[in-house]
């Protein structure tokens, strides 16, 4: 900047009292030698120290000029007019100038370089006027670099202040679009809620409300992301925090062993998912819904939308996970991932709940854990060889019924239970059979199966050792009677030993109704053994196949079923088989007839019968028997009792076994057999092993007439090899009695061992315990023995049993060693020779001897007919053929 010199006076007193304030002032060469500055004080140097002593100013001293057209006289005079004590130069050398000026710089520079010179030429001379034109010369070059530097810095700030308002400008604009944006974006609410609510009118808002209203949403904002994160980073802090105070207790208490608090927190986890029924399901809930808010609070801090969008997004996002492509901007793009990545993680879990739920429900169904809802169905405990042979029984007895329900329940896999059952080989008539797996010893299970509501429960025995079987049993039966909704049926209980009854009928009471296996079976193998055929008569009595037993009152007459005994009403239900002629029925009363079905017969009138003649013929005293018996039973001192009973004086019993003969006294002692008081029978004892020939060929096999083939105690619980082992003794015996009796001419010609052993089974009975039905058809074709068909037989009995518990009483008298029993008769005692009578005619001739005759067996086939259909045909009759009755024993 530049003064010129020909400016008025205001401006140059203005400009000089400027140039006194601003030492950076560089005044031009005019200025310094301008008239109008002739009065100026120079200025008092503030970084120089030096004061000079004061001299006289010498007026005579000339100053000469360093350009052309400078004054000198005027320097001269501004410089004598100085005012006492300021400050002037005084002898300074020329470097000590030369820094004054390089530091002061323009004008004053040159005025001190003036003075100087003024002074020195006063001192030195001539000599210093060669120095003043030199000097001169180099201060112009100085100032031209000045001024260069001048320019440039001035260039420079020129481009510094454009740079800087560049700057600003932006800024400023950055600013304004922000704002803009906010206000766009807080406008678009007003505008949603003018949509949702059309009385509010948001257009008169002024510029204050919406910088209001935008400061608040950004802080609504903030304090939603402040939120957010803080319940991520929460898990974390607590989990440090559970591991320090873990770490803390360890370190001050190292004497006990405390359990850490992290331990503590995972068990009661573990607990709490494991006892609660539904913390898996509720656990994942509150997983999504806190996923949803976190996720919905961090979106509504990233982006412009309102909460409740936010909260929608973040489900959108946790539904589908391919939603999140759409974001835009680097924080909602981050929020977005971050919830679709925990949405995978929650619909993970959500699968594996619903898989796991899936496949429990499935495995539950598979394994039969779920609840049966059923009434008036029959339920069976337990598993056994006599399942088959039980659920044929009951799916007979059900026919008639359209089918039934048969729900089994044992501790097997319900898989192994359906695919056990459809091996069987029979018909189930329309009748279901449920599994389930459980345990009939736990209140739980037995709710399971509906035990409260069934129409009848069977206990089966279990397969193996009988006492063990029989505890199981006692145990099933109090589980039952604990029942608290109670019973409405009751309940059949398979025993294996005949002293355990009492135990369990104690249990039990009235509700109980026991069928003890083994004494069935003995008892049955000595009826069939004094009478030969007797089996297969028990087979169509006792199963729902052909005729059974059933109890109806008597309106009228059944020409389709047989009387056999009443049920007295006034002796509180006690039932009489076989009573007397002179019995008048009373009110109340029922009738045990013989039918096909309960609902075979119906009332009708009394048939017109012709007087039957009564023949007199006595029946032959009872002869002494001789009976082998092969094998050992835990009931064997039972059988013997009923052999005794049965077996007329004078009679042998031989036992052939593997026992030691000085150990079976103390075993049959145990067993409570007092052998001093045994009446009709003696023992005799052979120690052997029954499917060794050798040790057969030691008997008088061809003396007996009958032989009981038991299933050996040792292998009981084995039905095959038992089978085998009875088999084997058989097929022993048989050719053993054939090579020892007289050949008939007949048989011999046949040369066939079969043919043999058929001949051998005429001088004897051999009855063999049968536990596996598969042998007893090889048996009945071979037609060289008898058989019993223990399994059979007794699942037989529980069917009826469990169809009518008044039919136990009817087995109990039948088996037992008096009262009445049944028995094969000779036709020659009802009947003569080609004699023509009608079945009802036979009847009458029975009823004369005290006998009911159920049913007959021709001689030239072998197989019995009990109640036969045409009762009132008239037909001749064979003396060959026999007659099944219900009689007293003899």
């Given amino acids: ?48 120290s030096y004061q000079p002593p004061p001299q006289q100013f010498n007026p005579t001293a000339s100053f000469h000029p360093r350009a052309a057209g400078n004054d000198s006289n005027a320097v001269s005079s501004s410089v004598s007019r100085s005012t006492p004590g300021r400050f002037e130069f005084g002898n300074h050398d020329k470097s000590t100038t030369l820094l004054d000026d390089g530091i002061d710089g323009g004008g004053s520079a040159g005025v001190n370089s003036k003075s100087n010179e003024a002074v020195t030429s006063e001192k030195r001379g001539i000599k210093e006027r060669k120095t003043t034109s030199s000097e001169g010369t180099f201060l112009g070059v100085l100032r031209s670099w000045l001024r260069v530097r001048w320019q440039l810095a001035f260039t420079v700030a020129i481009l510094i202040t454009v740079l800087s308002s560049l700057v600003h400008k932006n800024f400023s604009l950055h600013n304004e679009v922000t704002e803009l944006q906010d206000r766009i974006s807080k406008l678009n609410v007003k505008l949603k809620l003018c949509n949702l609510s059309d009385s509010i009118d948001m257009g008169d808002l002024s510029p204050q409300d919406v910088s209001v209203d935008n400061f608040s949403s950004k802080s609504l904002k903030i304090a939603a992301l402040a939120i957010s994160i803080t319940f991520l980073s929460l898990p974390f802090f607590v989990v440090k925090y559970v591991n320090y105070v873990s770490k803390s207790r360890r370190l001050f208490d190292n004497t006990t062993e405390e359990i850490s608090l992290n331990k503590q927190l995972a068990y009661k986890v573990d607990v709490f998912l494991s006892v609660t029924p539904y913390a898996k399901p509720l656990a994942l809930l509150v997983a999504t819904l806190l996923l949803i808010c976190v996720g919905g609070l961090s979106l509504f801090g990233v982006t412009d939308g309102s909460l409740a969008d936010s909260l929608w997004l973040s489900w959108t996002y946790v539904a589908d996970s391919g939603n999140h492509a759409n974001s835009e901007g680097l924080g909602p793009r981050l929020v977005s991932v971050s919830i679709s990545f925990g949405g995978m993680l929650i619909f993970a879990m959500m699968l594996g709940l619903v898989s796991d739920a899936i496949s429990e429900k499935f495995d539950s169904l598979r394994k039969g854990r779920s609840e049966v809802v059923e009434k008036n169905h029959t339920l069976i405990l337990g598993w056994s060889n006599k399942l088959g042979s039980l659920l044929n029984q009951l799916a007979i007895a059900n026919e008639s019924m359209g089918g039934g329900i048969v729900v089994v329940m044992a501790e097997r896999d319900k898989e192994d239970m359906e695919l056990d059952i459809g091996k069987m080989e029979f018909d189930f008539r329309g009748t279901s059979v449920i599994c389930r797996s459980g345990s009939p010893l736990i209140l739980a299970d037995l709710k399971k199966v509906s035990v409260s509501k069934a129409r009848a429960i069977i206990v089966l025995a279990d397969d193996g050792n009988a006492d063990q079987s029989d505890a199981r049993a006692l145990r099933t039966v109090l589980s039952l009677t604990g029942v608290k909704e109670g019973l409405n049926g009751h309940i059949v209980v398979e025993l294996s030993d005949l002293d355990n009854e009492v135990l369990v009928k104690l249990v039990g009471g009235d509700l109980v109704e026991t069928v003890v296996a083994h004494d069935v079976i003995g008892r049955l193998m000595i009826q069939c053994a004094r009478q030969p055929g007797l089996a297969q008569i028990w087979e169509d009595i006792l199963g729902f196949e052909n005729c059974e037993f059933y109890f109806k009152r008597w309106p009228k007459f059944f020409p389709e079923a047989i009387p056999c005994g009443v049920k007295v009403a006034s002796h509180g239900g006690k039932i009489i088989l076989n009573p007397e002629d002179s019995y008048v029925l009373q009110e109340g009363d029922e009738i045990l007839v013989i039918a096909e079905d309960d609902d075979s017969y119906a009332p009708s009138d009394i048939p017109m019968v012709k007087d039957a003649k009564f023949i007199h013929i006595t029946r032959p005293t009872r002869k002494p028997q001789k009976i082998l018996l092969c094998g050992w039973r835990r009931d064997i001192d039972d059988m013997i009792v009923v052999l005794d009973a049965f077996l007329a004086e004078g009679s042998e019993l031989w036992m052939f076994n593997e026992v030691a003969e000085n150990e079976r006294e103390r075993k049959l002692e145990d067993g409570g057999l007092d052998i001093d008081r045994l009446v009709n029978i003696k023992l005799i004892n052979r120690e052997g092993n029954a499917v060794i020939r050798r040790h057969l060929e030691s008997l008088p096999l061809e003396s007996f007439d009958s032989i009981l083939i038991l299933a050996d105690e040792s292998v009981e619980d084995s039905a095959i090899q038992a089978d085998s082992r009875s088999l084997a003794t058989l097929l022993l015996i048989r050719d053993i009695q054939a090579k020892r009796l007289p050949y008939r001419e007949a048989l011999v010609s046949q040369g066939s061992w079969m043919g043999e052993m058929q001949q051998a089974s005429d001088k004897s009975v051999i009855i063999s315990e049968i536990l596996d039905p598969r042998t007893k058809n090889l048996l009945s074709m071979s037609k060289i023995s008898d058989y019993v068909l223990s399994n059979e037989l007794v699942s037989m009995a529980l069917a009826m049993v469990a169809e009518d518990r008044q ?84």
Avoid at 12 to 38: C, E, G, K, L
Avoid at 855 to 867: C, L, Q
């Fill in 807 to 890: 039919i136990n009483d009817v087995l109990e008298e039948l088996f037992a060693e008096e009262g009445n029993e049944l028995h094969i008769r000779g036709a020659n005692l009802y009947i003569h020779e080609d004699e023509e009578l009608s079945f009802y005619e036979i009847l009458l001739r029975a009823r004369q001897r005290r006998e009911i005759v159920i049913g007959y067996r021709p001689a030239d086939t072998g197989k019995a007919v009990i109640n036969p259909s045409s009762k009132n045909e008239r037909r001749k009759w064979s003396l060959k053929d026999v007659f099944v009755v219900i009689a007293d024993k003899e």
């Fill in 1 to 48: 900047m530049s003064f010129n010199s020909d400016a008025s006076s205001p401006s140059t007193s203005a400009s000089a009292a400027d140039a006194t304030t601003r030492d950076w002032i560089f005044p031009s060469y005019t200025f310094v030698h301008s008239p109008h500055n002739i009065h100026r004080t120079p200025r008092r140097r503030r970084f120089s």
